[in-house]
């Protein structure tokens, strides 16, 4: 039965139809490709949903329910004007230390297991688990857009596989596979994976995407002609090479490339000699690092991500990010003399901020005598809060609201955001009052109430709020207080106050329909709905 018949005959049993994203190799595209079809499809008016079995990465997403997921089927999601589940990304890796990873089931974290023995233990039991979130998929949604991991040719990891092929195989899904021709070797790339499948995994590849290309296509073609002739499988579209696109990154691996400003913000910042000088510290196992996006598109400021202290300049503003193992990380930064700069730079009333496991570092000391995150049971903290944090073998994964301000001559501001942390802070009696919190609540439901008492203290801010600290990732992506945080900066260097003019998820929004336009421009999405059993005229 080809492609298509089985495709019809899937949805004639009342089951959604799957297409599978694979790539040639990390970091070519699946996860923004994915995304891209989720919002074609999702504009045509079928719904859609995406799905990753399996997903390695320290940038992870909470659910509505607080459950946690990878970053990228969040976005996803997004893509298709749906809450995310776990469904979508039922097991996720989040790398602790070399050869160990915490296996997130379902949105819990299940325990820590080094790579030989997840792959003996564990990944027989996953195949179902996978299997099953993939039907339950199936039985809500039109069409699901399944997205591989690295590359399908690994040939020592192909007979535990469950996120490439076999996973291809569960869903009886066509495969797409995408290359990044800016890497060079993209030809090869496509025909040596092809070459490294066994025949039945060959024939589930119905096409090819070549992605982030720079240039004219003609100059292209007599590749793309050999190709298709080599191979006898079409090229479904060469995706242009998209700048600026301004949605988020699977994994730190994108920090490799330095991430510049878009040209609008650039623009402003040349054209004016106030920008602020932010700089991020990059730790070792920096995590949700996201949180940082919307800083890249305000145009009085320059972002930039430090990790030696040869880097650090003369920065307005340090920012410490999360991290999955915040001891070691702390340590690493003791060792490379950036916790000096960073206290000298606090002392002497530079801002500082800590989201998560930077928060934690600013206390005055970290236990883990339960090795929760790391062999090492206690570290002397940054000493610029007085509580001490303890790491419970318990996550907090929840969605939060409620409002904060840095210091007492503001308006409180209204914040959202996601908890996804095990450290508990314990604070010194006499050391709290001296400290203004945040005031958050957890959403229990997708209906807010508006009970003042359901509020708690959370996170910390010093006197004058130039140093703060927060468990809440994405506190920056509210807009209104990030201006507050960045004028603030401003009137302590003599500059006059700037409007929240960037509304951050607006700019979300509309970089979902550049992508789904980009894809209709350069794809062929007639042939697309052809490999999923469907005409592209007969939308709903």
Known sequence: MDTRAKQMS????????????????????????????????????????PFKSQNMSLNSYVTWDGKEIGRAQGMQADACGILATT???????????EMSSQVVVHGKPLRDYNARE???????????????????????????????AGSPAEINLKDRDIVNM??????????????????GGVFASIVGTLELLEQHERDRVCGFIINKFRGDVALLQPGLDWLEARTG???????PYMPNLELEDEDSLSLSHS???????????NDQHDQLDIAVIRLPRISNFTDFDPLHFETDIKLRYIDRANQWGDPDAIILPGSKNTIEDLLWLKETGLADLLQKHAVDGGWTAGICGGYEMLGTRLLDPLHVESEVEEAAGLCLFPFEVSFAEEKRTVRVEGYGRLNSSQQPTPIEGYEIH????????????????????????????????????????????????TFIHGI?????????????????????????????????????????????????????????????ESMR
């Open 10 to 49: 899937a949805a004639q049993a009342g089951l959604g139809r799957t297409i599978m994203v694979q790539g040639t190799a990390s970091d070519v595209g699946k996860s923004l490709i994915t995304a891209a079809l989720c919002r074609v499809f999702t504009q045509d008016g079928w719904r859609t949903a």
């Open 87 to 97: 469904d979508m990304n039922p097991i996720l890796l989040k790398p602790t230390r």
């Open 118 to 148: 997840y792959r003996e233990s564990y990944l027989p039991i996953a195949g179902e688990i996978v299997q099953q979130s993939l039907g339950r998929l199936r039985e809500a949604y039109d069409i699901i857009v399944l997205e591989g």
């Open 166 to 183: 076999r996973m291809a195989a569960w869903a009886d899904s066509p495969v797409i596979l995408v290359a990044d021709i800016d890497r």
């Open 233 to 239: 499988k079409p090229v479904l579209g060469v995706l």
């Open 259 to 269: 991430k510049q400003q878009p040209s609008d913000a650039l623009t402003a910042v």
């Open 422 to 469: 095990m450290g508990e802070v314990n604070w010194q009696p006499e050391g709290r009052p001296n400290f203004q919190p945040f005031h958050i609540r957890v959403q229990t439901s997708l209906q807010k109430t508006a009970e003042a008492a359901d509020y708690e203290a959370e996170g910390a801010c010093s006197p004058d709020g130039k140093v703060w600290g």
């Open 476 to 536: 920056l992506h509210n807009d209104d207080f990030r201006r507050e945080w960045l004028n603030g900066i401003r009137e302590s260097k003599g500059l006059e106050r700037l409007p929240a003019d960037l509304r951050f998820q607006e700019r979300r929004e509309n970089a979902f329909e550049r992508l789904a336009e980009h894809a209709r421009r350069h794809l062929n999405i007639s042939l697309v709905y052809e490999l999923l059993g469907m005409d592209k």
